[in-house]
């Protein structure tokens, strides 16, 4: 079984993702290779490009020696446009949110609390009050995942016509 090893977890800013474009890609293909023939998956690339171009965009990447087995990615939202106030009233009055974009990881790495290292190791720097983030709702047991790590379900989105229907997730910084 892999992910008995330590993983080197390394954090890049907005000037790093030319370098670390490719990287994202491939994980994300290894990820969800079953879903890839899905129209909204393989518009990947432009969601990378997207966040990316962010100033604030932050993502770390977890290595077992030189090899990637996970990512994490995101990025301030913009004050006043969190878009996910509309699902609570009233909303908190701390509001400075962080868009937790991505998570993704090796199969091969699956249930060696890799995506909760990598999660964490994104947010633990983050000055941002709140965390947000989209769940598949087709997915329950990711959607407990992120529950047990202190985010809680708040309402559900489609942000696109042709994605899913997504869970609304939000958690106060820093997790606990």
């Not at 977890?62 to 009233?89: C, I, M």
């Not at 633990?124 to 985010?151: C, F, I, M, N």
């Not at 708040?154 to 609304?168: K, Y």
Request: hydrophobic share 35%; with cysteine.
């Amino acid at each position: 079984m892999t992910g008995t090893t330590d993983l080197d977890i390394r954090h890049y800013a907005h000037a790093d993702l030319p370098r670390i474009r490719q990287t994202l890609l491939d994980l994300h293909s290894s990820a969800y290779a079953e879903e890839l023939d899905d129209e909204f998956n393989q518009r990947f690339p432009w969601f990378v490009d997207r966040w990316g171009s962010h100033p604030g965009f932050s993502c770390v990447v977890g290595y077992d020696d030189d090899k990637p087995v996970g990512f994490a990615y995101g990025a301030p939202a913009t004050e006043g446009r969190e878009w996910w106030r509309e699902h609570l009233d009233p909303a908190p009055e701390r509001t400075r949110t962080y868009s937790f974009s991505e998570l993704a990881v090796h199969p091969t790495w699956r249930g060696t609390s890799t995506a909760e290292r990598l999660s964490r190791a994104l947010l633990r720097t983050r000055e941002e009050d709140l965390a947000v983030l989209l769940v598949d709702t087709r997915h329950p047991k990711v959607q407990a995942l992120y529950e047990s790590w202190g985010y809680r379900k708040v309402g559900e989105r489609q942000p696109f016509p042709d994605s899913p229907v997504f869970a609304v997730m939000l958690a106060e910084l820093p997790l606990a």
